[in-house]
């Protein structure tokens, strides 16, 4: 599943491409019934909040909000039409948007839905805070750590306590700080909380830059070979001691971690 940095690339890329243009909006699959409250609204704004992207379109003095997640098999395709026009939708096209200059096709989402400002706002605050976001701050990821009995690599993996991290940012984040996953939330220190707080923010937005996941430019230790990508996610060896990369699974998923590094 994208994590939340792929969210927030696609929304910066789109920003330019859409925002303040008229779009036109279909659903070629035919899932999608409430494009045509969309169809020739203009593009107020696009934003990513953790793994979620909401789109504002005004008509009339209406204004609709559109709200994505794209969940595993989700995906945008980008068709430039300045010289030559776009081609036919495929038939798995959720949402088709033509703007000026550009069409932007949506497939396989988990959620493509309009909904309320009401909704939406109601979404937003569900949402732990996101590490990207320039506003965001510890203080409500710290006290979620802080009174939860559940495995700080369970828990940083809800998305109501920490927004956009998925199961790559989960061991590396863990890894990079040295955390057991398998320790309950509430016995970390605050030094330790923070660290993994600071370390998120620096890593996802650098996954922003890179436009993919590459934590050992960031890391305080070489990596194995040139082209690691990861220190724990889904490799054998640890690069600070030499011994074997284990997994847990924990929040459904594999955890990947050194057991000599992260005590």
Same mark, same amino acid.
């Given at each position: 599943?994208?994590?939340?940095?792929?969210?927030?690339?696609?929304?910066?890329?789109?920003?330019?491409?859409?925002?303040?243009?008229?779009?036109?909006?279909?659903?070629?699959?035919?899932?999608?019934?409430?494009?045509?409250?969309?169809?020739?609204?203009?593009?107020?704004?696009?934003?990513?909040?953790?793994?979620?992207?909401?789109?504002?379109?005004?008509?009339?003095?209406?204004?609709?909000?559109?709200?994505?997640?794209?969940?595993?098999?989700?995906?945008?395709?980008?068709?430039?039409?300045?010289?030559?026009?776009?081609?036919?939708?495929? =038939? !798995?096209?959720? *949402?088709?948007?033509?703007?000026?200059? /550009?069409?932007? &096709? %949506?497939?396989?989402? +988990?959620?493509?839905?309009?909904?309320?400002?009401?909704?939406?706002?109601?979404?937003?605050?569900?949402?732990?805070?996101?590490?990207?976001?320039?506003?965001?701050?510890?203080?409500?990821?710290?006290a979620r750590v802080a009174h939860s009995k559940v495995p700080i690599g369970a828990l940083i993996m809800d998305q109501r306590v920490l927004a956009g991290v998925g199961n790559v940012y989960r061991a590396e984040l863990l890894y990079?700080?040295?955390?057991?996953?398998?320790? =309950? !939330?509430?016995? *970390?220190?605050?030094?330790?909380?923070? /660290?993994?707080? &600071? %370390?998120?923010?620096? +890593?996802?937005?650098?996954?922003?830059?890179?436009?993919?996941?590459?934590?050992?430019?960031?890391?305080?230790?070489?990596?194995?070979?040139?082209?690691?990508?990861?220190?724990?996610?889904?490799?054998?060896?640890?690069?600070?001691?030499?011994?074997?990369?284990?997994?847990?699974?924990?929040?459904?998923?594999?955890?990947?971690?050194?057991?000599?590094?992260?005590?």
């Amino acid at each position: 599943m994208p994590e939340g940095h792929t969210l927030h690339k696609a929304a910066r890329k789109q920003a330019p491409l859409l925002v303040d243009k008229v779009a036109r909006a279909s659903s070629p699959q035919g899932r999608f019934l409430e494009a045509a409250q969309l169809d020739r609204a203009r593009v107020v704004s696009i934003e990513a909040v953790g793994k979620h992207l909401f789109y504002a379109f005004e008509r009339r003095g209406i204004t609709r909000w559109l709200h994505v997640h794209l969940g595993l098999a989700g995906r945008f395709t980008y068709h430039p039409t300045t010289r030559t026009p776009a081609p036919a939708p495929l =038939p !798995s096209v959720r *949402l088709r948007l033509a703007a000026e200059g /550009t069409t932007l &096709d %949506l497939r396989g989402p +988990l959620i493509c839905e309009l909904v309320t400002v009401e909704r939406a706002a109601e979404i937003r605050d569900g949402l732990g805070p996101d590490p990207i976001r320039s506003r965001s701050v510890a203080t409500k990821f710290a006290a979620r750590v802080a009174h939860s009995k559940v495995p700080i690599g369970a828990l940083i993996m809800d998305q109501r306590v920490l927004a956009g991290v998925g199961n790559v940012y989960r061991a590396e984040l863990l890894y990079l700080a040295r955390i057991d996953p398998r320790r =309950p !939330s509430r016995e *970390l220190t605050a030094t330790e909380v923070q /660290t993994l707080w &600071d %370390l998120a923010r620096q +890593l996802l937005r650098a996954g922003v830059t890179d436009g993919r996941i590459v934590t050992t430019k960031y890391g305080d230790v070489a990596p194995l070979h040139a082209k690691q990508r990861t220190y724990a996610y889904k490799q054998t060896v640890c690069a600070r001691c030499r011994g074997l990369i284990w997994n847990v699974k924990l929040g459904g998923r594999p955890c990947f971690y050194c057991p000599t590094c992260q005590t």
